[in-house]
């Protein structure tokens, strides 16, 4: 106490009038903030141990709990505000790294939400998507630039590998040991039924999942961990890890927590010692050396499959973009800055990288600029929360978007940004036996299914509405868009005009 | 006001077109009738017509039509064209003085053929070579326009009603195979005669109804490929990709239509197994190019056309036919006043289109 003491951040407000001492809270939570006095009949809490996960309330039956943010703060200062005070004592007590996890919280710019939608008005229809059809179907991977005919004249299928989304989205990078076995099985299930892809992260592909394949992007990362031949068989695509939007320059971080039985198994790794992965790919030193890894693994699987090369959103990306376009990758993933991960350093997630609106703007136009933009697809994601940030990055020239923190939330997270720790309540990033079962992959997978059937529906609707029948003529139909609260800057590198032109 | 090409501009309108497909050449007096009880799809801001077999005399020429603004932008562009094409003749489009038809610009007409040289040492065609020089024109010399540049063939356009610029361009006093003819309902143009439609690029021609959502991904795409949509209409960007997918990429018409107005997913799963994979092939190496949203354009060549319809057919188009004649419109008004004895008019479908050829060595 004294000087190390950190007043905690939340408190547990117990309505003792409704509280029936039934100990469902005690049992909940993973962080002992709940405990039973017995000579008393009461429950007490220990709010230094709560992450504000909000299990306790949601399971709580008399609904006598509410976590609340706590007042307790140092004196109110613009400049040294009451995180930046905690994070100095945090510090000068370990002398350590501080670790995140989850999406930049910061209060920095979201486009999405300064860019608005057209609307079909007397000059053309909007169309009804209750009464016509409306097609979502896009497929990934590079086109040819030129068509060529058989003998009898007939066009010949000189396509590339591609993948066939029945909507653009996609669900995000997230390693086994990162999430749970049941977080894997929920997002793998609801891929196959929805005719999407997940995504393994690079943690290698649990033998019991190797049955979604055909719904299946495997990661190939900087640890290389869990990667062999059978698994980079295994997939529909193969995603090379560059960078993550969370935390560019570096590679991935596992806690040796999460390290346990499968988890390290999957990985090839012992259990118990940290995954760090290297910040750098060590065959990738230059952009010669991609082009060789790419081409390896197209030669390690026959030229079957898709390469896609993942990188995090930083200030040349366009460049970065223009490079990976020619290195022979069929799709370039590019993770903006508020994008989510299971443990990052909290100065690189909150400070490195930029936002995804004005990188997936920038590479699509240098790409035209180039005539290379059908060599490749471009897939987005760092926070696309919803069918309309879909339906605005597909305009700015997306192909498709990757959504992970969207999937959590669907699957119970609560955003209490804890992932490091391993003690995850909902069973989602955690490997412990008692709180992975919480999650029931049969309801994770429903749930998974509802939200993109949800969003389906919502991005027929914004079609329609533009008089736009297909997500293909969306895909890059900047006019649709005007932008509000922006600097000419601004909509000159997302390419739109203001509300109003 | 800003012009086209300062801001895109919507547009509703009227289209025609008349075919002989025994290549028997006729006047473009009826075609220019024809607009008039489509008047009303009109809002006198602009009309136009493609002529084709006009130009026998100089059928091996590139017949450029241009529009400039003052004297110094002729003399600008004509030191240009010398440079790079032997010009055969040279000449003042013929008009008529109208009441009508106000603010015209200077209307010259050129037949050229590219410098042998100049192809030699750009290893491109003769074809490339004029699209090059077309958008070479529109792009930098401020003020000069090429509206035209097919061989025996013409573009002739205007600001004002469609049946007062077909007087006002004299075309009674053509004779072509093909015509088709345009009447333009823009929102906001002030009026620019470089605005009115057709639109042509070499002897490609479309005239076109309706106004397209999927504007800006088409724009651009097809720009990556050399296209400069100086005009931000939907018939400039619909000609580019038409050009693109015939001459550039050698698909078949019908092909070309199948991108376009490229067949829903779930058509395409029920063709049998051949066409399934052609038609999945086309939408998925092309889907930029697919246009969706109204649209009804007739796409005239040297030696016929093809209509179509946006895949939903929201644009009305009708296609009727009498001897060797074959008439498109937007109304079957027009057909009637063109010919009040066409048979066996029908509505062809969305997406399906209505292709009509001149037999061969008959244009």
């Known amino acids: ?501 | 006001m800003k012009r086209e090409g300062q801001t895109r501009i919507p547009s509703g309108c009227a289209v025609t077109a008349v075919i002989s497909k025994s290549g028997e050449r006729m006047s473009g007096g009826s075609i220019v009738e024809s607009m008039i009880p489509m008047h009303d799809r009109s809002n006198g801001l602009g009309g136009g017509f493609a002529a084709y077999g006009i130009y026998p005399e100089h059928r091996d020429f590139y017949a450029l039509h241009l529009f400039y603004d003052d004297e110094g932008c002729r003399r600008e562009c004509e030191e240009y064209l010398r440079e790079r094409f032997e010009i055969v003749d040279a000449e003042t489009i013929p008009t008529r003085t109208m009441r009508e038809i106000t603010d015209e610009p200077l209307i010259w007409r050129y037949f050229v053929f590219p410098r042998r040289s100049a192809l030699r040492s750009l290893q491109i065609d003769d074809r490339e070579y004029i699209v090059r020089a077309t958008m070479k024109i529109n792009s930098t010399i401020n003020g000069a326009y090429v509206f035209s540049c097919g061989k025996n063939m013409g573009v002739f356009k205007a600001v004002g009603y469609p049946e007062d610029v077909g007087r006002y361009y004299r075309l009674d006093e053509y004779e072509g195979y093909l015509w088709t003819a345009h009447g333009r309902y823009p929102t906001n143009t002030p009026g620019w005669w470089g605005g009115a439609h057709p639109f042509a690029l070499l002897d490609y021609s479309v005239v076109h109804n309706g106004e397209i959502s999927s504007y800006d991904a088409n724009r651009r795409f097809i720009e990556m490929f050399g296209y400069k949509c100086n005009l931000q209409t939907d018939t400039e960007v619909i000609t580019y990709i038409i050009d693109y997918l015939l001459r550039r990429q050698g698909l078949t018409l019908t092909e070309t239509a199948a991108v376009i107005a490229a067949p829903f997913w779930d058509t395409i799963s029920h063709r049998p197994e051949g066409e399934r994979e052609t038609l999945t092939y086309l939408r998925t190496v092309f889907s930029s190019l697919l246009v969706t949203g109204p649209f009804s354009i007739i796409l005239g060549f040297e030696g016929g056309l093809m209509a179509l319809n946006d895949r939903l057919k929201l644009r009305s188009m009708v296609v009727g036919e009498h001897g060797d004649r074959v008439y498109i419109a937007s109304e079957e008004a027009a057909i009637r006043k063109m010919d009040p004895g066409a048979e066996d008019i029908w509505a062809p479908a969305g997406g399906e289109p209505v292709i009509v050829r001149v037999k061969e060595g008959r244009y």
């Open chain 1, 1 to 501: 106490m004294g000087v190390e003491f950190i007043y905690p951040e939340f408190e547990v407000v117990r309505n003792s009038s409704r509280c029936i001492a039934c100990r469902v809270c005690e049992r909940q939570c993973s962080n002992g903030v709940h405990t039973y006095d017995p000579d008393g009949g009461v429950m007490l809490s220990d709010e230094s141990k709560c992450v504000n996960c909000q299990r306790c309330v949601s399971l709580c039956p008399t609904r006598a709990l509410k976590i609340v943010k706590s007042d307790c703060v140092p004196r109110e200062n613009a400049n040294w505000q009451a995180d930046t005070i905690k994070e100095i004592y945090k510090q000068a007590n370990s002398g350590g790294v501080l670790l995140s996890s989850m999406g930049n919280p910061k209060p920095l710019p979201v486009y999405w939400d300064r860019i608005l939608i057209n609307a079909s008005q007397v000059t053309n229809p909007s169309i009804d998507p209750l009464r016509e059809p409306m097609e979502t179907r896009v497929f990934l991977g590079k086109k040819p630039r030129k068509i060529e005919r058989g003998e009898d004249g007939r066009l010949r299928n000189n396509l590339t590998p591609q993948l066939e989304l029945s909507m653009p989205v996609m669900f995000s990078a997230m390693s086994y040991g990162s999430i749970s076995y049941n977080a894997h099985k929920s997002l793998a299930e609801a891929a196959t039924e929805l005719g999407i892809y997940y995504n393994t992260g690079e943690g290698g592909l649990h033998e019991d999942f190797y049955v979604y394949g055909p719904n299946t992007i495997v990661q190939v990362a900087s640890g290389r961990f869990g990667v062999h031949a059978d698994y980079l068989g295994a997939g529909a695509a193969i995603e090379i890890k560059m960078g993550q939007g969370a935390k560019p320059g570096i590679g991935g971080h596992l806690p040796g927590t999460k390290i346990v039985g499968d988890v390290s198994r999957t990985r090839m790794i012992p259990e118990g010692s940290d995954a760090i992965s290297p910040a750098p790919h060590h065959d990738i030193y230059s952009i010669e050396d991609l082009r060789q890894l790419v081409y390896s693994l197209k030669e390690a699987t026959q030229y079957k499959k898709p390469v896609i090369v993942k990188v995090a959103a930083v200030h040349n990306i366009a460049a970065i973009a223009s490079g990976i376009a020619r290195s022979g990758a069929d799709i370039i993933a590019i993770d903006g800055f508020r994008g989510g991960t299971g443990a990052a350093p909290t100065r690189i997630r909150d400070n490195v990288g930029i936002p995804i609106e004005l990188a997936l703007a920038a590479c699509d136009t240098r790409l035209r600029e180039e005539g290379i933009r059908n060599d490749v697809s471009l897939v987005v994601g760092g926070s696309i929360r919803s069918a309309s940030d879909v339906v605005k990055a597909i305009a700015l020239g997306a192909d498709a978007c990757y959504i992970a923190t969207a999937a959590l939330l669907a699957l119970g997270c609560h955003l209490c940004r804890t992932c490091h720790t391993g003690l995850c309540n909902w069973g989602i990033a955690t490997q412990r036996p008692e709180l992975v079962k919480r999650l029931n992959p049969e309801i994770g997978k429903t749930r998974l299914v509802n939200l993109m059937t949800a969003w389906r529906h919502e991005i027929k609707e914004l079609l329609g509405g533009m008089g736009i029948n297909s997500i293909e003529t969306l895909r890059g139909n900047r006019l649709m868009l005007r932008g509000v609260n922006m600097t000419e800057k601004e909509l000159e590198i997302l390419g739109i005009s203001h509300a109003g032109e």
